[in-house]
């Protein structure tokens, strides 16, 4: 069994403080759906926990089996187990997908002796069941897939390299009713015959129908301010965030955002002594 820690996380893009303080911790085998309006730091968390480089970790932790990721480059913490399906796949004109995954492979010891031989043999495996045709594995990575395909693609990627845990940054969106299931399916069946640990990202309930989730979380103003379970869900596709956030007391979080950051805001006063 292993596990993924988030503690107190704070991030910061282009000098402006994205995440104050994410808490959240995954186990193996175990879904979590994330969800929050737009701009709220879904993908920022997403690719603070991968390691991109231009974002400032400003403090908090990030640990996998009690090892501290944070300060590690990217390929170093795919190397121990973490996996990202970005929102946005990027395009690797002249790098094949079966080049790519082997080289990864190779990159990860313990996976080398399993599957280092029989590479074709599982992406074509994969290929069927994911329902990807095999030709785009020979072409550039990503390179004039749809929006759809390209999700697909993630996840054929993700079943190859087998991580402990993945986050999953909207794997659902621009796939058509049939590759969500067929995509979904192949998560949750991965979650049961690996024991992977899933992050999923997305706005919809109707991804986590088929991915069913055994924690639903939301992040607004920077942080987490609700868990439950995937009753969740259905509650904020009813109520909106804004409902959510009258329930809570929170009357406007973009605002207690602002306050927070304000660069002439003493932290060590409790009180303003003016008043
Ligand atoms: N380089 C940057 N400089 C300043 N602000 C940035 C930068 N990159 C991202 N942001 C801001 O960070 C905030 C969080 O963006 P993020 O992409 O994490 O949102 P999200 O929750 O994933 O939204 P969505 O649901 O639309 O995908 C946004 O307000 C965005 O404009
Ligand atoms: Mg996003």
């Not at 997305?202 to 989730?213: F, I, M, S």
């Not at 439950?228 to 605002?255: F, I, S, W």
């Amino acid at each position: 069994m292993s596990t993924l820690q988030i503690e107190g996380l704070r991030v910061a893009v282009g000098g402006h403080e994205i995440l104050r303080g994410v808490d959240l911790e995954l186990a193996s085998g175990e879904v979590h759906a994330l969800m929050g309006p737009n701009g709220s730091g879904k993908s920022t968390l997403a690719h603070a926990l991968m390691g991109r480089s231009d974002y400032e970790i400003r403090g908090g932790h990030l640990r996998l089996d009690g090892e501290e990721l944070l300060g590690l480059p990217t390929w170093q913490r795919a190397e121990r187990g973490l996996f990202l399906a970005m929102q946005y796949p990027v395009e690797v004109p002249g790098v094949r997908a079966i080049d790519l995954l082997g080289v990864a492979l190779r990159g990860r010891a313990a996976s080398a002796d399993a599957h280092g031989n029989g590479l074709d043999a599982r992406l074509a495996a994969e290929a069927e069941r994911l329902h990807v045709d095999a030709q785009f594995l020979a072409r550039g990575v990503n390179v004039e897939f749809s929006g759809g395909e390209k999700k697909r693609a993630e996840t054929l990627q993700l079943a190859v390299l087998e991580p402990k845990f993945a986050v999953l940054d909207e794997i659902d969106s621009g796939l058509d009713v049939d590759a969500l299931r067929d995509v979904s399916r192949r998560i949750e069946a991965m979650t049961d015959e690996n024991r992977l640990g899933v992050l999923a990202i997305t706005h919809y309930a109707r991804l986590l129908t088929e991915l069913r989730p055994d924690r639903v979380h939301v992040l607004l103003g920077g942080r987490i301010v609700q868990s439950g379970g995937p009753e969740l869900a259905d509650t904020l596709e009813r109520v909106g965030y804004e409902g959510l956030a009258a329930e809570l007391g929170v009357e406007d979080l973009a605002v207690e955002a602002e306050a927070e950051s304000d660069p002439f805001a003493d932290p060590t006063l409790e009180s303003n002594p003016f008043t």
